[in-house]
């Protein structure tokens, strides 16, 4: 996509927060106020943290995507390799732990960058069942490409927004993961009993 259909696909956020308060039931608590958050069907997407957070990231990995074009990958190899850039030689299992994606993904993602040269995978000498991942010379140069791209792309989506707010945000969002890791693990527990 574009960076003008981006624009284009991109909501009025003025025209959206009135859009907000038009639609809300009288009396109604938002998250974080005092009163607990009850979902209703008259919610405006806007008021959604699910939704705004899957919004939010789509932009982000759809500039991700025009950038990696160039070289050839996908969305779904930037992860992987962001993560063998800090630490290689572990098991695709431990790889996809790292960046928190399905197992499966995996499979075909460096399957790609192998054949492209930037992973090897090989054997573990002590354990043959497993297999270990590294990035090569080629995919270690990939960093000094990539990475600018990613500082860049960040710098947009943060612009004029203070340091203290952005480390609210940070820890904001990782508590609302944990939150949800727990309720997911629950859910689980509970089909196991």
Not at 109 to 135: C, H, Q, S, T, W
Request: proline letters at 6%.
């Amino acid at each position: 996509m574009t960076r003008r259909g981006i624009a284009r696909n991109a909501p009025d956020r003025g025209r959206a927060a009135s859009k907000v308060r038009q639609d809300e039931p009288p009396g109604k608590s938002h998250p974080g106020g005092s009163t607990p958050y009850s979902a209703s069907v008259h919610d405006p997407l806007d008021t959604s943290i699910p939704f705004l957070l899957r919004r939010t990231s789509r932009y982000f990995r759809l500039g991700m995507q025009n950038r990696l074009r160039q070289y050839d990958l996908g969305f779904s190899h930037w992860f992987f390799l962001r993560a063998l850039w800090l630490k290689d030689g572990i098991t695709q299992r431990e790889l996809c732990k790292r960046i928190e994606a399905p197992e499966p993904a995996a499979v075909g993602a460096l399957r790609i960058l192998e054949r492209k040269g930037y992973v090897r995978r090989v054997r573990d000498k002590d354990n043959l069942r497993k297999i270990l991942v590294f990035i090569t010379p080629k995919g270690h140069a990939l960093r000094e490409k990539l990475l600018p791209h990613a500082y860049e792309l960040a710098s947009i989506g943060v612009k004029g927004i203070p340091e203290h707010e952005l480390a609210l945000l940070r820890s904001l969002l990782n508590r609302i993961r944990d939150n949800m890791i727990a309720a997911l693990q629950a859910e689980l527990d509970d089909v196991d009993n």
